[in-house]
């Protein structure tokens, strides 16, 4: 605020005959006018005093302080220390598993007896790639639910989940980590059916072609891995190694 030339004094300020402009101090004039920062004054939640040059206005930090800086995301934690070290396998689905925009899905051949094999969303499955033609009853099936039913379910039917990582020498069978039967039965029986069967070739509903073994964390039923975390089945791992976005 300013003052025109002339004989008259201001608060916060003055002007004399023959000045052009004099800087008055804005807060010393608002307060003549605003008695209820007089009035309020002391009351729990107003700032003490009148709008002066020493009300919260003038004396507010230019800059935030430190502990109310926004703070910098911690940083991703990268490997269990058990698994320091050790090589883990690409991030991937069950073999039963399809992904779609990052989750984990039962595969939709399976979920229709083949009759619609293409998963276009959470909720649906398509006889055809095309989504238009998605859209006629007899080419897709739609069906809108809760996470967990119907077509929007993982290799185990429940919640969908992102791929996971197994060690390098485990596969995913129905989200869980196994080592893998072509390793545990030197190359004779290399497809995993069960959690301790494996398969020598298709179809594996042949018995002739199953060699079950062991119970728990004993025979087929084991991990890859040496450690507690890892030498009995286990879920994949979920975690960034280093240099992933």
């Known amino acids: 605020a300013s003052a025109v030339a002339g004989e008259e004094s201001l608060a916060g300020g003055s002007a004399r ?12 004039v608002v307060s003549m006018f605003d008695p209820l920062s007089v009035q309020a ?20 930090p230019k800059e935030i302080q430190p502990d109310f800086r926004p703070r910098p995301p911690k940083p991703t934690s990268q490997l269990p220390p058990e698994l320091e070290g050790v090589e883990l ?20 051949s399976l979920l ?4 619609r094999p293409h998963r276009l969303s959470a909720y649906q499955c398509c006889a055809g790639t095309s989504g238009l033609g998605c859209l006629l009853k007899e080419n897709g099936t739609l069906q809108f639910s809760f996470v967990g039913r119907g077509v929007d379910v993982d290799g185990r039917g429940t919640v969908p989940h992102p791929p996971g990582q197994c060690l390098s020498d485990e596969e995913n069978f129905l989200n869980q980590c196994y080592k893998k039967c072509t390793l545990l039965t030197n190359h004779e029986y290399p497809i995993r059916s069960g959690s301790a069967t494996c398969c020598k070739q298709q179809p594996c509903y042949n018995l002739f072609h199953l060699q079950t073994s062991g ?12 450690t507690n975390l890892t030498k009995c089945p286990h879920e994949p791992f979920n975690v960034k190694q280093p240099g992933q976005p």
């Open 112 to 115: 229709t007896n083949g009759t």
């Open 17 to 28: 005959v023959g000045a052009t402009l004099q800087t008055v101090n804005p807060g010393a």
């Open 89 to 108: 396998g690409p991030a991937a689905c069950a073999a039963n598993e399809e992904l779609n925009l990052g989750l984990c899905y039962m595969k939709c």
């Open 215 to 226: 119970g728990d964390c004993a025979g087929y039923n084991v991990g890859g891995g040496s």
């Open 41 to 60: 004054s002391g009351i729990p939640g107003m700032p003490a005093g009148q709008d002066d040059d020493t009300s919260y206005y003038f004396t507010v």
